[in-house]
T-cell receptor
Framework: GNSVTQMEGPVTLSEEAFLTINCTYT??????LFWYVQYPGEGLQLLLK?????DKGSNKGFEATYRKETTSFHLEKGSVQVSDSAVYFC??????????????FGKGTLLTVNP | DTAVSQTPKYLVTQMGNDKSIKCEQN?????MYWYKQDSKKFLKIMFS???????INETVPNRFSPKSPDKAHLNLHINSLELGDSAVYFC????????????FGEGSRLTVL
């Protein structure tokens, strides 16, 4: 079945530091890949996505590139802010049969950014 | 105008009770989901309905019973609540054939005492 493995946290950074959260996946075919963010006390919201190999998703200064050769979708940001403190989830959606209907999530990575 | 809304947001109850959580989406999506998030933030899908039909039913105790009266609503009823049911339950919706983005509600925090 499909699975997502992401870097375990927590991750603590100072403001303006560089962020990388690693994510690798196992899936058949060509899944779509996502990063979701969950701010404290809120639901998840889509941060960025990529639907085919070599696509780069980007939003709010965050980027991730769909690398089929390494089955990875690492999240990066050049300069984090205190407001980026949240839990980040990597996820994939399969592209065959019933797997089309569900997202499989990684375990989440808690990021804390200190001023 | 909340796209996916769940009620109640907080629920505190005793073991053995029965409770329900309601979810409504105004996005016109055909597919709705229930996810459970435990204390370590791990998200696990429980159920999914597509146009009122159950399409995903992960390994969930049969004390949990979803019901979709129409494609804009997906409710979750839980019988005989146990301590281990304490979690945040998230409703979500998506449109099949799109890129698969899920839109989440704000969650319903269930605490079983």
């Amino acid at each position: 079945g499909n699975s997502v493995t992401q870097m375990e946290g927590p991750v603590t950074l100072s403001e303006e530091a560089f962020l990388t959260i690693n994510c690798t996946y196992t899936a058949t075919g060509y899944p779509s890949l996502f990063w979701y963010v969950q701010y404290p006390g809120e639901g998840l919201q889509l941060l960025l996505k990529a639907t085919k190999a070599d696509d780069k998703g980007s939003n709010k200064g965050f980027e991730a590139t769909y690398r089929k050769e390494t089955t990875s979708f690492h999240l990066e940001k050049g300069s984090v802010q205190v407001s980026d403190s949240a839990v980040y989830f990597c996820a994939l959606r399969g592209n065959s049969g019933g797997s089309n209907y569900k997202l499989t999530f990684g375990k989440g990575t808690l990021l804390t950014v200190n001023p | 105008d909340t796209a996916v809304s769940q009620t109640p947001k907080y629920l505190v109850t005793q073991m053995g009770n029965d409770k329900s959580i309601k979810c409504e989406q105004n996005l016109g999506h055909d597919t709705m989901y229930w996810y459970k998030q435990d204390s370590k933030k791990f998200l696990k899908i429980m159920f999914s309905y597509n146009n009122k039909e159950l399409i995903i039913n992960e390994t969930v105790p049969n004390r949990f019973s979803p019901k979709s009266p129409d494609k804009a609503h997906l409710n979750l009823h839980i019988n005989s609540l146990e301590l281990g049911d304490s979690a945040v339950y998230f409703c979500a919706s998506s449109q099949p054939g799109s890129t698969g983005e899920l839109f989440f509600g704000e969650g319903s925090r269930l605490t079983v005492l």
